[in-house]
């Protein structure tokens, strides 16, 4: 974890807030961390974006039965 901290640029302690839910990494310290992790960040887009995509049908298909 020492490793990953220093690469992106901050304390392990910070990395450790992250974790318990103390705070999230900024948009580009995120994306550091995708690369020091080697995350395909298009493949993760995708499942970002497939899994709104479910949400909103969910959400539609309450609001759809609610009438």
């Not at 990953?4 to 990395?15: E, N």
């Not at 493949?43 to 949400?55: P, V």
Request: contains cysteine; neutral net charge; proline residues 1%.
């Amino acid at each position: 974890m020492q490793k990953m901290a220093d690469k992106i640029g901050v304390s392990l302690r910070t990395i450790e807030n992250w974790e318990t839910g103390v705070g999230q990494p900024r948009v580009d310290q995120f994306l550091q961390i995708c690369i020091y992790c080697s995350i395909d960040i298009k493949g993760l887009m995708h499942q970002i974006r497939e899994c709104d995509a479910e949400q909103d049908t969910h959400r539609n298909d309450k609001f759809a039965s609610k009438k």
